[in-house]
């Protein structure tokens, strides 16, 4: 059974750093795509960035330069670094996986990923 448990949010000032992390368990695949959303309240999901087993990462626009998508393979886990955090980037970070590797359309939509975590709140106040 595969679990995903977010964790590392929280409050912080505008302009701060956080660093998520996603601890994945029973997720075995060779290949794989694993990646990050968040869903502010009244918006829909949103992709953050998204790195696939190779270690190859792709980051939506407005994220790229500010937040590091990273895993450690030696500890089944995913993180996100967030730096340079605004106003709004206040919202849920939640993270996915998929079992297999995603194209790279492929990777911006939640659909294509079959596991998901529960979410960590990130509140940056001004």
């Known amino acids: 059974q595969v679990q995903l448990v977010e964790s590392g949010g929280g409050s912080v000032q505008a302009g701060g750093s956080l660093r998520l992390s996603c601890a994945a368990s029973?997720?075995?695949?060779?290949?794989?795509?694993m990646g990050w959303f968040r869903q502010a309240p009244g918006k829909e999901r949103e992709w953050v960035a998204t790195?696939?087993?190779?270690?190859?990462?792709t980051y939506a626009n407005s994220m790229k330069g500010r937040f590091a998508i990273s895993q450690d393979n030696g500890k089944n886990t995913l993180y996100l670094q967030l730096n340079s955090l605004k106003l709004e980037d206040t919202a849920t970070y939640y993270c996915?996986?998929?079992?297999?590797?995603?194209?790279?359309?492929?990777?911006?939509?939640?659909?294509?990923?079959?596991?998901w975590g529960q979410g960590t709140q990130v509140t940056v106040s001004s």
């Open positions: 996915a996986a998929a079992s297999v590797r995603l194209a790279w359309w492929a990777r911006l939509l939640s659909a294509h990923y079959n596991y």
């Open positions: 029973g997720f075995t695949y060779n290949s794989y795509s």
């Open positions: 790195i696939d087993s190779d270690g190859s990462t």
